[in-house]
């Protein structure tokens, strides 16, 4: 059996160790998608009304209020849902590393890789769940987009891209932690760079110190292709951007979480 054969195989093993682990305490994976839904429902309900009438024009698609709004603020809700979960994968990770299974897969006959790839694996499909489910509520209390088939498959493609950006950076963070605890702490700045980028109110609404962090950091260009994708606002070279950003953020946080795991 070859190399990549043996590999493949460890991989998949540690993919299913994840997943079990995942079904056998479900309380967590509850709380990472009941906090994105919940500030949709409180954004949409009780500020949507006035934060919808402040949208222009290209932003409203001729509706208004509470119906505008919430078109508006599903895609930073939906990188919330992906950014809240790599807190759980940080935790994971912590956990393998501080409780001395990983010094006992050391000492196995199974790949390095496999290890990581397991936890990256069984999260994104986590994620992906999460995001699924979110989206479902939000169609069920008004999301209604106008993307085509081709559409909803490429800002399928780049959440994604996103999630596994996401969660390589989750993976090198928990890497680092010295404790589960430390690891729950680390990614909790990703979950708030929606609220400082597009996703709940157009960047030039913002002070101009503000509007050029909104403008250039990662999420707002994904954020504005995921809504030009499935509502047919204006999307430039947000795609492109978009992209490079979450290729970028992907290959780094991969190498950092090689590197500091063959350190350990």
Request: glycine fraction near 10%; charge should be positive; hydrophobic fraction near 55%.
């Amino acid at each position: 059996m070859s190399t990549v054969t043996l590999a493949a195989r460890d991989s998949a093993t540690m993919v299913r160790r994840q997943l079990k682990r995942l079904l056998r305490y479900p309380s967590m994976t509850v709380q990472l998608v009941i906090t994105p839904v919940i500030i949709l429902i409180l954004f949409v309900y009780v500020f949507g009304g006035t934060l919808g009438a402040g949208l222009g024009d290209g932003l409203s698609n001729g509706l208004g209020g509470r119906d505008a709004y919430i078109n508006y603020v599903v895609p930073g809700i939906l990188l919330m849902a992906a950014a809240t979960a790599a807190t759980g994968t940080a935790v994971m990770v912590a956990t393998d590393m501080t409780e001395g299974i990983i010094a006992r897969f050391r000492t196995m006959r199974i790949s390095r890789a496999s290890v990581l790839t397991g936890h990256v694996v069984a999260s994104v499909i986590q994620q992906l769940l999460g995001i699924a489910v979110v989206i479902g509520i939000a169609l069920a209390i008004g999301f209604r987009p106008n993307a085509t088939a081709l559409e909803w498959l490429a800002a399928a493609g780049l959440l994604t891209l996103f999630v596994v950006a996401i969660t390589w950076l989750a993976v090198a963070l928990g890497l680092k932690s010295p404790t589960p605890e430390a690891a729950s702490n680390a990614p909790m700045p990703l979950v708030f760079l929606p609220f400082l980028g597009s996703g709940f109110v157009p960047t030039d609404s913002m002070p101009t110190a503000l509007r050029w962090f909104a403008e250039y950091q990662p999420f707002t260009p994904i954020m504005e292709t995921v809504r030009g994708l499935l509502l047919g606002t204006p999307i430039g070279n947000s795609a492109a951007i978009a992209t490079a950003w979450c290729v970028g953020i992907a290959a780094v946080s991969y190498l950092w979480a090689k590197n500091t795991f063959n350190k350990a």
